[in-house]
């Protein structure tokens, strides 16, 4: 495939689906979009970090051939004011595996989200946010190591599908016409109205790929989260077509909450994963309370939205948390906060998020040492009180040190290990 302003390295291959699962070679090419705002500083820093963490953990075996792709600002620049080319999703589809950068979202119009047009535009239907806790970071929680879990938010329905409809305009008020006289809803003169759809086939998808990774990883629960007490015949819905999966198609490693009671005086058996569900609001009060419950969240947009948020912000906040958008077969990786404009080319910000997102993606294509290598040395550089301004001002003592230079002090831990 030829691209325009997209350059494929020449040496390295791309990563191929065969079978469901990924086919990756010891020299594989992954796509990055460098990002807006501070995007540049964070990813320059966090390519550093993880080429010296592929070369310690594997010498000259193996090696990462990057791919630069556009979005944003900077594709704005290169593609005659376009902040989306058709080519740069062309060749995300083409390389399966890419990592981005923040991106902002032009002012006056065009895009709602340009997160959001790149998860519908490529169908990338889970948002994975794993959480946990590393040493030496701070935390408002009394225990926030007991913090481990990993939230997979469906990203393409509920309020993220955009069906909504501007009081005053002619689909508003053909819309509230509708509802009123034929479907007999009331509500007030004047409303902004918006449509959530919740499918099946989008509900299922999403808890069928969050048991799948349950499974890979030997974890003991899968936990519906909804609003389903309310909302009966969307996040209901969601609940039901949830338990409906986990029967269907793992009913011979899955086993619901109440059927551990009924049948196993509350001990999952061995082997298990025990299906249960909460209520949204709930949730947010047992990830502080009892944390060490849950193991994988399954949830709509909106509701894993505000959750892998707040548990974020239990673990350091969303400056380290790692993020990645999937389908089936493409998986783009990302840092999860902004674009921090004020801080842009100020090489002052935590590149944490960014860098914890290539673990995730490291993970994704099976080489797990490159990982385990970037975790150890995070905690023995904040170990030592070494961070950027964000976390200065929360530790005593600390050495406060810039984009880069935490990028410096993680790849000497990297080489000392």
Not at 41 to 61: E, F, N, P
Not at 313 to 341: K, L, R, W, Y
């Amino acid at each position: 495939m030829s691209y325009q302003h997209v350059t494929i390295p020449e040496q390295g291959d791309k990563i191929r689906i065969v079978d469901g699962k990924l086919k990756v070679s010891d020299q594989p090419i992954l796509g990055y979009i460098e990002g807006d705002g501070i995007g540049p500083d964070i990813t320059t820093a966090c390519l550093r970090v993880w080429d010296a963490a592929v070369a310690k953990v594997y010498g000259d075996k193996r090696k990462v051939h990057w791919a630069e792709l556009y979005l944003g600002e900077k594709a704005a620049g290169i593609y005659a004011g376009n902040y989306f080319p058709d080519e740069t999703m062309d060749a995300i589809k083409d390389l399966v595996v890419a990592i981005k950068g923040p991106l902002t979202t032009p002012i006056g119009g065009g895009f709602r989200s340009l997160n959001v047009s790149l998860r519908q535009t490529l169908d990338l239907f889970a948002c994975v946010r794993p959480v946990k806790y590393y040493a030496g970071v701070p935390s408002p929680m009394k225990k926030p190591e007991e913090i481990d879990a990993v939230i997979f938010r469906e990203n393409t329905e509920d309020v993220y599908a955009g069906l909504e409809y501007q009081t005053g305009t002619p689909e508003n008020l053909k819309l509230a016409k509708f509802l009123r006289e034929e479907l007999h809803a009331e509500f007030f003169e004047g409303a902004g109205l918006g449509v959530k759809p919740i499918s099946e086939f989008g509900s299922k998808r999403l808890v069928r790929k969050a048991i799948e990774y349950a499974i890979e990883k030997q974890l003991g629960s899968v936990t519906l989260v909804h609003k389903g007490n309310i909302m009966k015949y969307t996040e209901g819905a969601f609940r039901a077509w949830g338990y409906e999966v986990a029967a269907q198609e793992f009913g011979d490693v899955t086993i619901t909450e109440d059927e551990v009671w009924e049948k196993h005086d509350g001990k999952p058996p061995q082997g298990r994963i025990v299906i249960k569900d909460r209520i949204a609001d709930i949730m947010f009060q047992l990830m502080q309370l009892r944390p060490a419950e849950f193991d994988v969240l399954a949830t709509m947009n909106l509701n894993g939205d505000y959750l892998s948020d707040s548990l974020a912000a239990s673990v350091g906040g969303i400056g380290i948390a790692p993020g990645a958008n999937m389908s089936d077969e493409v998986a783009v990786f990302e840092a999860t906060h902004g674009t921090a404009p004020k801080y842009a080319n100020q090489n002052k910000v935590n590149p944490s998020s960014l860098l914890f997102s290539g673990v995730m993606m490291f993970d994704h294509i099976g080489w797990f040492e490159v990982g385990k290598a970037i975790e150890k040395a995070f905690e023995s550089v904040v170990g030592n009180k070494v961070v950027t301004y964000d976390f200065a001002r929360q530790i005593d003592g600390a050495t406060e040190v810039s984009t880069s230079g935490f990028a410096d002090h993680l790849i000497e831990a990297i080489n000392r290990q």
